[in-house]
């Protein structure tokens, strides 16, 4: 029998540059009225907690504070961004060994607890990690739900949008699979309201759409690096990101989103993690969402599949 969960109630855990710009995100969006931050460096929490508790006056009535473990047994959702930081250079997954490594500590902290909300898997290799909390959390899969490609879709909306000269918010586009290298844009699935993207490029007076579309998936693709070269970290897409993903929960809003969560033979892909729309309530993912793929896009995504296989072979778990 897991603990009675408040469903008003948030915890984040790991303090750094994601996990704290997530709870001043969330401080702002009202969807909680209490948040517990955790961190290995407790004095890193409580200057978080602190910090961000002082602008409460200008957003609504909230709880905040730094605890343990035992503090957020009962929240609705754990969000873990904790973890070694991706290094200029370094690849998503060469964290892997690193951060399955705090995934167990911090699952097994949690399956102590009877722990029984929704785990909301941030930190990268963030499939790997949605993986590895899928096998030693003690939790049902459709709670446990990894951020996977849904900023990666925004970064592409954002693109086509400014490509376009239209709001970004009537793109309709994914990026699936791995949340990295091998990720695909799911260009045969893409509209504009409606429109089919090649039908609306040519409305818009652009013709060279293979080479357009092929720079806008590379740059997609490649801006966390290139931000990481320029900041040492990204951080407020993702904590914008993880908000999205928390008001489908909290406000069940049955949205689709392009989440990292356990296949089981969608395109002949199985026991992996990694990112397919799937509709968002409160009681985590409703269903996955079969969207069309052509051939090559379906081979891409094979491909990712079997190359995060691979890292899942090699990590103890």
Same mark, same amino acid.
């Given at each position: 029998m897991g603990t009675i969960i408040n469903p008003k109630k948030v915890a984040v855990i790991g303090c750094g540059f994601v996990g704290s710009a997530t709870a001043f995100t969330l401080m702002q969006s009202r969807l909680f009225s209490e948040m517990a931050l955790l961190d290995i460096d407790r004095q890193k929490a409580e200057g978080e907690a602190?910090?961000?508790?002082? #602008?409460?006056?200008f957003a609504g009535p909230m709880k905040?504070?730094?605890?343990?473990?035992?503090?957020i047994a009962d929240a609705?959702?754990?969000?873990?961004?904790? #973890?070694?930081?991706?290094?200029?250079?370094?690849?998503?997954l060469e964290l892997v060994q690193k951060n399955v490594g705090i995934y167990r500590g911090i699952l097994a902290e949690l399956?102590? $607890?009877?722990?029984? #909300?929704?785990?909301?898997?941030?930190?990268?290799?963030?499939?790997i990690l949605t993986y590895t909390a899928n096998c030693l959390s003690g939790?049902?899969?459709? $709670?446990?739900? %990894?951020?996977?490609?849904?900023?990666?879709?925004?970064?592409?909306k954002y693109a086509l949008g400014a490509h376009l000269h239209v709001d970004s918010r009537s793109v309709h586009a994914y990026i699936v699979g791995e949340h990295g290298d091998s990720e695909i844009a799911a260009w045969s699935s893409a509209n504009i309201s409606g429109?089919?993207?090649?039908?609306?490029?040519? &409305? $818009?007076?652009?013709?060279?759409?293979?080479?357009? &579309?092929?720079?806008?998936?590379?740059s997609v693709k490649n801006s966390a690096y290139e931000i990481i070269s320029k900041?040492?970290?990204?951080?407020?897409g993702i904590a914008m990101s993880v908000r999205r993903i928390c008001e489908c929960i909290?406000?069940?809003?049955?949205?689709?989103?392009?989440?990292?969560? &356990?296949?089981?033979?969608?395109?002949?892909? $199985?026991?992996?993690?990694?990112? &397919?729309?799937?509709?968002? %309530?409160?009681? #985590?993912?409703?269903?996955?969402?079969?969207?069309?793929l052509n051939a090559e896009e379906q081979e891409k995504l094979r491909f990712s599949a079997q190359t995060l296989r691979k890292i899942a072979a090699g990590i103890a778990l």
């Open positions: 602190q910090d961000i508790a002082h #602008g409460i006056p905040l504070y730094a605890g343990d473990y035992d503090d609705a959702i754990v969000i873990i961004t904790a #973890g070694a930081n991706q290094k200029p250079g370094e690849t998503r399956r102590a $607890r009877s722990y029984s #909300g929704i785990l909301l898997v941030v930190s990268n290799p963030v499939d939790l049902p899969e459709h $709670r446990v739900i %990894g951020s996977g490609t849904v900023l990666d879709s925004a970064r592409l429109i089919p993207l090649q039908d609306f490029c040519r &409305m $818009r007076g652009h013709y060279h759409h293979d080479e357009t &579309m092929e720079a806008i998936a590379q900041k040492s970290a990204t951080y407020y909290v406000r069940n809003e049955r949205s689709i989103l392009p989440v990292s969560t &356990m296949l089981h033979g969608c395109y002949g892909i $199985r026991d992996i993690c990694l990112s &397919m729309p799937a509709i968002v %309530g409160q009681e #985590g993912i409703e269903t996955p969402v079969p969207i069309s």
